[in-house]
């Protein structure tokens, strides 16, 4: 009798204290990998110490966005950041050597750019809303990208940014706002600085959420909103279903 055919599942790695958006970012993720709420595992980075991840019982790894930036003075950072940032330096040592699928988003495109060498600081903030994104020849070949047209809007929102990837990094998509708004390193782990998990929905929960955490001032909440309603987004979420599916294909096992 042929045996059944069982899903990895993947990991969400979460740096959000806040309830409301972390529920809503899980959410998302769910929704747009195309996956059910038992197949995305979250695990909250900084509340205590990451477990030993065995890659094998993950089909592929995600790192969401959130209030932490890679480029904070180390002085400022809390030990939940700290310890955050030393977990996912373990982590990405071994994602990187096994060249393991791997998706960083916003939060996620500093970490994996400063373990690589990347240049992160503060040269290109953009504020929370839309934001046009253009695929470079890189991104249009690339099989993350496949089904996207070279130019879409997305949700994004950061203090801090790439400013030069190293040389192993292949630029995959640039904008006018950030030069680097995705790479890859090796094959399979690939960084966002736009949130591909975000609908009209999500950016107005994260604009609710993190009105006072200094990304905008608090009276522009309202104006913010509009702005990111007076915009379709539909183009990003695409990369998620791309991204499980290349996933699902090479992470199914036996059981």
Not at 27 to 38: I, Q
Not at 50 to 58: H, K, Q
Not at 61 to 71: D, T, V
Not at 135 to 141: F, I, K, R, Y
Request: aromatic share 8%; net charge negative; charged share 20%.
């Amino acid at each position: 009798m042929m045996a059944d055919v069982q899903a990895k599942p993947f990991l969400l790695l979460s740096i959000r204290a806040e309830e409301r958006a972390a529920v809503n970012e899980q959410a998302s993720f769910v929704r747009f990998l195309g996956v059910t709420a038992e197949e995305l595992h979250r695990i909250e980075l900084g509340a205590e110490p990451l477990p030993a991840i065995d890659l094998d019982d993950w089909a592929g790894i995600i790192l969401g966005g959130g209030a932490f930036n890679a480029s904070d003075p180390e002085e400022s950072k809390s030990e939940a950041q700290l310890q955050a940032e030393r977990d996912l330096a373990r982590l990405l040592d071994i994602v990187i050597a096994r060249d393991f699928p791997f998706l960083g988003a916003c939060y996620g495109i500093g970490t994996v750019g400063r373990h690589q060498g990347a240049i992160v600081d503060r040269s290109w903030p953009e504020p929370v809303g839309p934001v046009s994104v253009e695929l470079t020849d890189e991104g249009m070949a690339d099989p993350l990208f496949a089904g996207l047209p070279r130019a879409f809007a997305a949700y994004g929102g950061h203090k801090e940014a790439i400013s030069r990837l190293p040389d192993h990094a292949v630029a995959l998509a640039t904008s006018v706002a950030a030069p680097v708004q995705a790479f890859r390193v090796g094959q399979n782990v690939y960084a966002t600085q736009f949130h591909p998990e975000l609908d009209l929905d999500g950016i107005l929960t994260r604009i609710a959420v993190y009105a006072h955490h200094g990304y905008f001032d608090p009276s522009e909440q309202e104006a913010l909103g509009a702005a990111a309603a007076a915009v379709t987004v539909t183009h990003p979420m695409t990369i998620l279903r791309n991204f499980a599916a290349r996933c699902r294909s090479a992470g199914a096992i036996q059981s």
